[in-house]
């Protein structure tokens, strides 16, 4: 059969720490266990009429006429995996893909495997031309991370993030203050230098990456720390990280988000991956006032 090209969406789904799974529960329960989770993950995929391309290892490989489908797919499997003592990863990316028989080629298979290697436990991450393939009602609880570095790619990605939490997500703080409703400027400082965010900004992605819009150099930070979205004229602080963000408000008091989000209000500290009070050098400075 001649290869075709199609632009298709791509699905990379990889099953997280089998490894420690097989130490735990032994092999043959620990295959009998990823073997009835990769079935349930086909399943999933062929609902949403996608097609099985690959099984290799722990992981599957599909294709979808639309991102939608893909991202329903995605979704569906994760829910099934939240019985099991396991969970899943997943990346999506939608464009010209090259076709052979009952293989696929091309930049989307590379991208999408991107992706999920990017994905965490639990998360779905969406290239941008995914993203924009989807319905606007589909696009409820899917946050944008920012530019990131993609491995392979010469330029920054824009990817975006559907986590576990989002549809049903906890909000830490004042997240409804009705006295917050106005528009805010929010102003940051750090190491000497002074940025402002206006309700319509958008994003601003804080990490250790060369990418970020506000880079925190120190080892306790991740590439892809946190990041702050305005949100009906407010700024919530949203945490990626492996070792979570403190937030001190003005008062002294201090919240801890590791995968949580929160509300900017008032005047305080954000310190990225340790505790305030050892960090001294590190520290974010942030104040957020109504436009008046």
């Not at 909000?171 to 409703?181: E, M, Q, S, V």
């Amino acid at each position: 059969m001649e290869p075709s090209t199609q632009t298709i969406a791509v699905l990379f789904a990889d099953i997280c720490g089998s490894t420690r799974l097989y130490e735990n529960a032994g092999d043959r329960q620990a295959m009998t266990m990823t073997a009835s989770c990769l079935q349930e993950m086909e399943n999933c995929i062929l609902r949403q009429e996608g097609t099985v391309i690959e099984v290799r290892g722990d992981g599957i490989l599909a294709t979808f006429e639309t991102a939608e489908a893909g991202l329903m797919a995605a979704r569906a499997i994760r829910e099934s995996t939240l019985a099991r003592p396991l969970s899943v990863h997943a990346g999506i990316h939608l464009g010209p893909t090259l076709l052979a028989g009952n293989a696929i080629f091309g930049d989307t298979v590379n991208v999408a495997a991107r992706m999920a290697d990017l994905a965490k436990a639990n998360e779905i991450m969406l290239s941008q031309d995914a993203y924009d393939a989807l319905p606007s009602a589909t696009r409820f609880g899917i946050r944008s991370l920012g530019p990131v570095v993609v491995k392979g790619k010469t330029e920054l990605m824009s990817v975006f993030l559907c986590a576990h939490s989002a549809p049903d997500e906890t909000i830490i703080g004042k997240a409804f203050d009705p006295l917050a409703t106005a528009p805010v400027l929010l102003e940051l400082e750090y190491a000497g230098r002074a940025m402002q965010l206006k309700a319509a900004t958008g994003s601003l992605v804080i990490g250790r990456h060369a990418g970020c819009g506000l880079i925190v150099d120190d080892q306790v930070v991740s590439r892809r720390h946190a990041t702050i979205e305005s949100k009906q004229g407010k700024f919530f602080l949203q945490d990626h990280s492996s070792n979570g963000t403190f937030v001190t408000d003005s008062s002294g008091a201090v919240t801890f988000l590791r995968r949580d989000i929160m509300q900017l209000s008032g005047n305080g500290t954000i310190s990225c991956g340790i505790r305030p009070d050892l960090n001294s050098v590190h520290r974010i400075l942030f104040n957020a006032e109504a436009i008046v």
